[in-house]
């Protein structure tokens, strides 16, 4: 394992999916898993098993049929969690059983009651039992960041004791500021005598806008792994963006100095087929993948990027997919080029779907000349919303 790596968990498919309103059936969570597999995450977290039979029928069909990257599974603290979420993963190339249990005073008090003690041994037990099937087990201390931190670290060093490979540290409300959270992970690591022998990850929430912020200021600290959702989505606010922390550490990369194996030029792409699959519209101004996150508006600032793209682009849309149109979609284009720049767009029609959507892009044509790329978006998604 080199030190310089940083490890991608995405969550899309299960803190993602937790999005208020977001339900994803099993071809489409496929197909996400797919295209996350391209994108070169490291680990997929495919679901929670024990949630309902729909869950787990979507992780069993991502296990069976993925490769190229860790299906992991999230599981409670108990055995019946465990015992499911490895029904479900065991067929997986690389399979991961996730299991968490709270850690913080709050929710030992009100939501678990339970003493300090008690999760203390609950969490060493479920660690042992998964370790019972694999050797690839993460243990998650829900609401680390609010919990005391010799507590804190008294668990991660017994989980890591009783095998745990990946010991995450979740700001599950988001509450942490940037430079709080690099401390907090600074001292946590210090504080935790077998550190070596596990990757320290951090799962940042986005309540007050700084998930991504302090997933890079963990990364600084010395956190391996970052969990991360496409698009940010994710409980409440959502969790930190695999984009922008991508993007992030590329773009900053004389700070970071570190390495990782997502493709870029597969972000752009991601992006919309999860908006599109999940119904969760990107906002215009959302860093990376927004419609603006690249447009240039005023006068000034299309004459200095015309004159030179670095005027006012710290990043070439090109790295993340986004490439600018030289083919002008129009009423005389035919099924290739519109087929071609959807594929570019991230959609892939075929049959009856991509005869309607054709059909709806030459009626357009007719009415407007010129198509953009926001008319392919607005057809393209209308026509996936009618199946
Ligand atoms: O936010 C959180 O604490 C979680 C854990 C289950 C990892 O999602
Ligand atoms: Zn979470």
């Known amino acids: 394992m080199s030190s310089n790596r940083i490890y991608f968990f995405d969550t899309t498919l299960r803190d993602g999916e937790q999005s208020p309103g977001v339900s994803l059936n099993i071809k489409e969570k ?8 391209r994108l070169g995450v490291d680990v997929i977290e495919a679901g ?7 869950d787990f029928a979507a992780v069993q069909a991502i296990a069976r049929e993925i490769r190229g990257a860790t299906i992991a599974a999230l599981a409670r603290a108990n055995q019946l969690d465990i015992d499911r979420a490895w029904e479900a993963i065991r067929e997986a190339e690389e399979p991961r059983i996730h299991t968490f ?34 050797p690839n087990v993460e243990f998650s201390a ?14 991660v060093t017994a989980v890591i004791d009783a095998g745990a490979k990946v010991v995450n540290i979740p700001d599950t409300v988001g509450y942490a500021t940037p430079e709080e959270f690099g401390a907090f992970i600074r001292e946590l690591r210090e504080k935790v005598p077998n550190r070596d022998q596990a990757i320290f ?6 309540d007050l806008g700084l998930a991504v912020a302090n997933s890079l200021a963990a990364i600084l600290a010395g956190a391996q792994q970052v969990e991360c959702t496409i698009n940010g989505i994710g409980e409440r606010a959502g969790n930190a963006a695999l984009e922008e922390i991508v993007m992030a550490l590329y773009t900053r990369r004389s700070i970071f100095q570190k390495e990782f194996r997502i493709v870029t030029e597969e972000i752009y792409r991601t992006s919309r087929l999860v908006s599109a699959l999940t119904g969760m519209k ?15 508006e005023s006068g000034i600032h299309q004459d200095g990027v015309l004159k030179n793209r670095a005027t006012y682009e710290i990043m070439n849309p090109e790295l993340i997919g986004l490439h600018k149109n030289t083919i002008v979609l129009g009423k005389h284009s035919g099924r290739h080029a519109f087929r071609d720049r959807l594929q570019q767009l991230g959609y892939q029609l075929e049959g009856e779907q991509l005869e309607q959507a054709f059909q709806r892009f030459k009626e357009l044509a ?10 392919l978006l607005v057809i393209v998604e209308g026509e996936i919303l009618r199946v």
């Open 101 to 134: 249990i709270a850690t913080s005073d709050i929710h030992l008090q009100y939501k678990l009651q339970k003493s300090r003690e008690e999760v203390l041994a609950q969490a060493v037990e479920a660690v042992k039992y998964a370790c019972r099937y694999t």
């Open 366 to 375: 007719d009415r407007k000349g010129e198509i953009s790329d926001e008319d």
């Open 201 to 206: 990850s951090v799962h940042c929430h986005n």
């Open 282 to 296: 990107v906002q215009p101004n959302k860093a990376v993948v927004g419609k603006n996150a690249f447009a240039h």
């Open 142 to 155: 829900e609401d680390a960041f609010r919990s005391d931190i010799d507590y804190l670290a008294q668990v």
């Open 30 to 37: 496929l197909e996400i898993a797919r295209q996350l597999t």
């Open 48 to 54: 929670f098993p024990i949630a309902s039979p729909g």
